[in-house]
């Protein structure tokens, strides 16, 4: 009987290490985030704000001191305007940002210098599962569309113009 208790304690040792190996053994992190058409043309999303379908975004990651190239990876967003991209190896010393490539959209394909998203990508920063959400980057309409100073008064902004 002890040798019973025994086989079975170490059988259900053994399956446990083998899935907690399983779960370290892959490096890679997950890297997702929202592409999304300034309507409204001020720089973050409102309630007229269109995700963009076909968008493609650039991750890249550098290091601090040197700003030497460490990773870099390319993106496509899905039909709700969804990316993610998968990251090999830890760039906890790294800056990394994620930012818009090309638009689907001839009328909405400006992009600001400063229209970059930062994220971290490591896993020494205590968030428990491999994915990491980076902020929304957009592309900005040339004309603003009908609807905008109501969208704004309603956040509690004050009129713009």
């Known amino acids: 009987m002890a040798k019973l208790i025994l086989s079975a304690v170490a059988i259900f040792v053994s399956l446990a290490s083998l899935l907690v190996g399983h779960t370290h053994a892959t490096d890679a992190l997950l890297v997702q985030g929202k592409v999304y058409c300034d309507t409204c043309r001020v720089g973050f999303e409102t309630k007229l704000t269109q995700y963009l379908a076909g968008a493609r975004v650039a991750l890249e990651c550098r290091t601090r001191e040197t700003g030497e190239l460490t990773f870099s990876e390319e993106g496509?967003?899905?039909?709700?305007?969804?990316?993610?991209?998968?990251?090999?190896?830890?760039?906890?010393?790294?800056?990394?940002?994620?930012?818009?490539?090309?638009?689907?959209?001839?009328?909405?394909?400006?992009?600001?210098?400063?229209?970059?998203?930062?994220?971290?990508?490591t896993k020494n920063n205590g968030a428990i599962t491999p994915l990491r959400y980076a902020n929304s980057v957009g592309f900005t309409k040339k004309v603003a569309v009908d609807g905008c100073l109501d969208a704004l008064r309603e956040l509690g902004i004050v009129d713009l113009v």
Do not use: F, N, Q
Request: a negative charge; hydrophobic letters at 35%; aromatic letters at 4%.
């Open 76 to 121: 496509e967003t899905d039909a709700s305007g969804t990316y993610k991209m998968e990251v090999t190896g830890d760039h906890e010393e790294d800056i990394c940002l994620v930012t818009p490539t090309k638009s689907p959209r001839a009328d909405c394909a400006e992009v600001a210098v400063w229209e970059k998203a930062r994220v971290l990508l």
